[in-house]
């Protein structure tokens, strides 16, 4: 069981991952102090540095937990599936779903991560890759299942299958909230559903 001093470090930390997503998303990483997220999360300068020693791993962490987040909401969505009998196509479509869903939750950090996947020499390179590793793998698990049952085509290629279906979902939710925010997430996840199931062409 959580003691009292652990769950309080939890929240605050989630309240400086708040704080340090929000501002970054409006300012940027540089411009953005120290001073300016602990206010934001209100709580003293000092407290950012007791739980985090820069600002630097501060949004590393930042990165870790968001992304984990998103790995955990991912392997839910095919672990329930998987669970009431559905199969491999269905876990891929309730893991959009699920994406879509964390998206919505969570805008401010989706646009930070999807930025940060395209920039180089940052401190947290490394950090990032491994994180989009383990979302990726999540994807590709269920992928390589429903090729092993013959629910999918043992020409896909795996890796890139799953990274594609994980960057649709990213760059269309952005799209979605950002053009089309008057679409219901019911919405986007049909016409996402499509594409999935391969039914675009119209054969």
Known sequence: MESSSSARRRATRQRLYEAAVTLIAEKGFSATTVDEIADRAGVAKGTVYYNFKSKTELFEELLRHG??????SLRTAAEETAARGGSRVEALDAMIRAGLVFIDRY????????AELWRTNRAWQSTLLVVRREAVAVV????????????????????????????????????????????????????????????????
């Open 107 to 114: 805008p401010a950090f989706t646009q930070l991560y999807v």
């Open 67 to 72: 992304v984990g987040l998103l790995t955990a």
């Open 140 to 203: 590709e698990g269920v992928i390589e299942e429903g090729v092993a049952a013959g629910e999918l085509s043992e020409e896909i290629d795996v890796p890139l299958t799953a990274a594609a279906l994980v960057g649709m979902v990213l760059v269309a939710a952005l799209d979605w909230q950002a053009f089309q925010p008057e679409r219901s997430i019911d919405d986007v996840h049909s016409a996402l559903s499509l594409l999935l199931r391969g039914r675009v062409s119209g054969r």
